[in-house]
C-alpha cells in the first residue's frame, strides 16, 4: 500500500500469486472488460452512496462480467463535500464505507474515489482495490482553487505518480485537475505508463465538452497514452455534473462517449495487442449535445436532484403568461412529472387578460395543476394599513413592490403548506440589474434561470417547443412586461435584451472592464450605468435562492464580491 510518506517516491507494482486467473494479476490474456460508472451520488449520505456502489459493483461483475469498475472522483461521500470535510465524524463514516467496499472486491478489481485522513491531513483519493483489500491509493497533486472550486482549504497536495499493473498493462491513476496541466500525464509516460485513468468530478458549462475533448486530445498528443476518463453526474447545489464519461485512444481518437446528464454503467473491451492498446465500446457512443439541448438537460437535472434530494414533494410556481416563468414550469414538469408541480396564477389590476389565458392554455397543455388567487385584496388591505405613513407620498415602486410581495407571501405559504419547493422564475439578466424584487419575485428556495441570460431563456423556449410545441407562441412574441403598473414593459426601464446580455456577458462572465466593453463598440454612458447596476444589486443576489450554473461565470460561489464596496471599475 502506498502512504502519504512515501510521496517523494515514483513507484509501479508488479503483483506474483499463484492463482493468476483474477484480473489484474493474469499475464495469459490480453484482453480486459472494463466497466465505467457515471453515477449520480447524494454529498454527505455516505450509508446510501455505499450501498449503491456496491450494487454497481455486483451489477458490473455479476451481470456483464466486467473485470474492473471505475467510479468518478470523491465517490463515496459525493462531491463537493466542503466543510463536512472538518467533521471527525465525517471520516469515521468514510473508513467504515471503504471497509465495506473493498471486502466487495472479489472477482472484479475497482477504482474508487474517497477523502481520506492521514496525519492530520486530508487527502483527495483514488484508490485500487482488489481482492478484498485495498492494495494502492493516490493522492491528488493538482488541488484547483478558482472559479467553484476550493479544494486548497480542505486538501494537501499528494506528490507522487502511481502506476498500477492492470493485466500486465502499467496504468497511472490520476484524478481530475492532474490532466489540466502537462506534468502527470509526461511524467507517467517517462515512468512505463501505457494507460492513463482520470476519475472526475467536473462540473457542466456550456462547452465544457468541448473544453474536456481538446484538453484529452492535448494531454494524450504529449504523452502518447490513451486515457479513460470517468465523470460524475447529477445536480449538488448549483452545480450539475454532466457526464460524458469517454474513452479517447494514444491517436486521440474518442472510441468512445458516454451520454451526458444520464446515469449509467458503460462496458468497453480492452485488447492489448502489445504494439497499441485496443478498445471496443459495448453500447453505441453518445454524440455530444448541441448547446441548448445540453443547457435545457443541466436545468432539467439540476432542478429534479435539488428537489429530490432535498425531500421535496414537488414544485410550485407562481405562472404569469411570461416567458420566464412558462420555462421555468416546462422545465419543472421535465424534471419532476406535471403531476407533481402545482402552478399559481395571481393576476392584480395591471394584469392583462391574456397573460392569465396563455398561463392556464400552457398548464392544461402539460397537465400541470393550477390554481387562480388574485392579489386585489391582499393589495388593498396591504395598502390601507400603510396609508396613514403614505399620506401625500405620490405611487411610485413601492406600490409595485407591494404587488410582488404580496405574491411571495402567497406562494410560500402554499409551499410550507403542501411541502412543494417553490422555484423562483427570475433569469441573470434581471438578477444582474437588480431588476427584482426582495421577499417578492425573489421569494422562493431555488432558482432554475439565475444563470440564464434573457436572450437564451427565448432561445431555449424556442428549442423546447421543437420537442412538443407547449409555450404557446404568444408568450415568445409578446414584449416583456413585470406587470406591475399601467402598461409597463422592461424596456421602460432596461436597455434592450440584445444589448443588455452583451454588455453583462463581457462585464461578468468575461470581466472585462468597462473601457474594455466601450471599446468594443458600446455606447459609454449605457456602458457605465449596466455595470454600476451590477455592482449596486450584489445585496440582492446574496439573499437570493441558489440556482444551477450553467456559464463559466455564474452569480453566488463562482463570483464573490463584497457587498459594501467603494470600488468603481474606471
Excluded at 37 to 43: D, F, K, P, S
Excluded at 432 to 441: I, R
Excluded at 478 to 505: G, I, M, T
Aim: proline fraction near 5%; glycine fraction near 6%; charged fraction near 25%.
Amino acid at each position: 500500500m502506498t502512504f502519504a510518506g512515501t510521496h517523494n517516491i515514483l513507484y509501479r507494482y508488479k503483483y506474483k500469486r499463484a492463482d493468476h486467473s483474477q484480473f489484474l494479476y493474469r499475464q495469459d490474456s490480453s484482453i480486459v472488460k472494463l466497466a465505467i460508472a457515471q453515477i449520480n451520488l447524494h454529498v454527505g449520505n455516505i450509508e446510501k452512496n455505499t450501498t449503491d456502489i456496491i450494487g454497481w459493483i455486483r451489477k458490473a461483475r455479476d451481470a456483464y462480467n466486467a473485470e474492473l469498475i471505475i467510479f468518478p472522483e470523491l465517490t463515496i461521500c459525493g462531491y463537493p463535500p466542503e466543510d463536512l470535510l472538518l467533521r471527525p465524524s465525517f471520516f469515521r463514516q468514510i473508513n467504515h464505507a471503504v471497509k465495506q467496499i473493498t471486502h466487495e472486491a472479489k472477482g472484479i478489481a475497482v477504482i474508487i474515489g474517497y477523502p481520506w485522513r492521514e496525519d492530520d491531513r486530508v487527502y483527495n483519493v483514488c484508490a485500487l482495490l482488489r481482492n478484498t483489500r485495498e492494495e494502492n491509493r493516490y493522492f491528488k497533486k493538482v488541488l484547483p482553487n478558482y472559479g467553484v472550486f476550493d479544494e486548497k482549504r480542505y486538501f494537501h497536495p499528494g506528490n507522487t505518480t502511481c502506476i498500477v499493473d492492470l493485466a500486465g498493462i502499467p496504468t497511472s491513476l490520476s484524478i481530475c485537475e492532474d490532466l489540466w496541466t502537462p506534468e502527470h500525464a509526461g511524467v507517467s509516460a517517462a515512468a512505463g505508463a501505457r494507460l492513463l485513468i482520470n476519475i472526475n468530478a467536473s462540473p457542466y458549462h456550456q462547452g465544457k465538452d468541448r473544453e474536456r475533448d481538446d484538453l484529452l486530445r492535448q494531454r494524450a498528443s504529449e504523452s502518447g497514452l490513451p486515457i479513460i476518463y470517468a465523470n460524475l453526474v447529477g445536480g449538488q447545489d448549483e452545480l450539475v455534473f454532466d457526464g460524458g464519461s469517454l474513452v479517447m485512444d494514444s491517436s486521440r481518437k474518442i472510441v468512445f462517449r458516454a451520454a451526458q446528464f444520464q446515469e449509467g454503467l458503460y462496458l468497453v473491451k480492452l485488447t492489448d495487442t502489445r504494439e497499441t492498446l485496443v478498445f471496443e465500446p459495448e453500447q453505441p457512443s453518445a454524440k455530444a449535445l448541441p448547446n441548448e439541448a445540453g443547457v435545457y438537460q443541466a436545468l432539467v437535472l439540476g432542478v429534479r436532484d435539488y428537489v429530490h434530494k432535498n425531500g421535496f414533494k414537488g414544485a410550485l410556481i407562481g405562472l404569469s403568461g411570461g416567458i420566464d416563468s412558462a420555462l421555468t414550469l416546462v422545465i419543472a414538469a421535465d424534471a419532476l412529472g406535471p403531476e407533481n408541480v402545482l402552478a399559481i396564477m395571481m393576476p392584480s389590476r395591471y394584469t392583462a387578460d391574456m397573460s392569465t389565458e396563455d398561463a392556464r392554455l400552457m398548464a392544461e397543455c402539460l397537465g400541470v395543476p393550477w390554481h387562480v388567487i388574485p392579489i386585489e385584496k391582499a393589495f388593498l388591505a396591504i395598502t390601507e394599513l400603510l396609508e396613514p405613513l403614505f399620506a401625500g407620498l405620490p405611487a411610485d415602486l413601492t406600490e409595485e413592490n407591494i404587488q410582488a410581495r404580496c405574491r411571495g407571501v402567497l406562494l410560500m405559504a402554499i409551499s410550507n403548506k403542501t411541502g412543494k419547493l417553490l422555484l423562483t422564475t427570475g433569469n441573470k439578466s434581471e438578477m444582474a440589474v437588480g431588476y427584482a424584487t426582495l421577499y417578492g419575485d425573489m421569494a422562493g428556495g431555488f432558482a432554475p434561470l439565475k444563470d440564464v441570460s434573457k436572450q437564451l431563456v427565448y432561445a431555449l423556449s424556442r428549442w423546447r417547443n421543437t420537442q412538443a410545441a407547449v409555450i404557446p407562441e404568444r408568450i415568445l412574441e409578446r414584449p416583456p412586461s413585470a406587470e406591475l403598473r399601467p402598461d409597463q414593459k422592461d424596456a421602460d426601464s432596461l436597455p434592450p435584451y440584445e444589448v443588455l446580455d452583451q454588455v453583462l456577458e463581457r462585464y461578468i462572465e468575461l470581466d472585462e472592464s468597462p473601457e474594455l466593453i466601450i471599446q468594443s463598440g458600446f455606447d459609454r454612458q449605457l456602458v457605465f450605468e449596466i455595470t454600476q447596476l451590477v455592482d449596486r444589486s450584489e445585496y440582492k443576489r446574496r439573499q437570493a435562492a441558489p440556482g444551477v450554473k450553467i456559464t463559466k461565470r455564474a452569480f453566488g460561489r463562482d463570483r464573490r464580491y463584497p457587498i459594501t464596496s467603494g470600488y468603481r471599475d474606471m
